[in-house]
């Protein structure tokens, strides 16, 4: 079976149709998944979105589906690039891209696990410092526009609903 990129739009489509709760609830749920899915925080991306939306009483499952959709094989080198280099631009020299070579040759020469970690932490607060406030200001206007866009197609979901079942 080839995999094709309009059966899983229309899969996500319904996954987010399906989705039950009102349309503040499950648009601040897409938008709060919307801005940590963006963010350069891959491993954590659930471990953010589940207490967050839990304590802003947003839905967790749409939150967790648009991570899903902004962060994936394809956005990952972009979203990583444009993050530092967004990070870069308001904290320059922490971490040049001469930096982030010398980093991945070093990583990919073969070297032990240990010496890869002993590397990583070296540069690892100024990287974090770089990367999470280029992703953090890049991830901020498309939450800000996931918002009012999600609430107005669970709306029309909902409106939808409502007079398919009046006219039954």
Partial sequence: MAWSARRSLRF???????????PHALALGVAIGTFIGITPTIPLHTAL???????????????????????????????????WRVGDWLLPGRLSWEQIRE?????????????SLELLGRIGQDAAAVMLLGGVLLALPFAIAAYPLSHRFFAMIRRKRREKHILN
Avoid at 16 to 22: I, T, Y
Avoid at 103 to 115: A, D, M, N, V
């Fill in 12 to 22: 996500l489509f319904l996954r987010f149709k399906r989705l039950q709760g009102s």
């Fill in 103 to 115: 980093i991945l040759r070093q990583l990919t020469s073969g070297q032990s696990f240990g010496s």
């Fill in 49 to 83: 979105i589940v207490p967050i939306t839990l304590l802003s009483r947003s839905s967790t499952i749409a939150g967790v589906l648009a991570a899903g959709v902004v962060s994936n094989p394809l956005t990952f080198a972009p979203q990583y690039y444009f993050s």
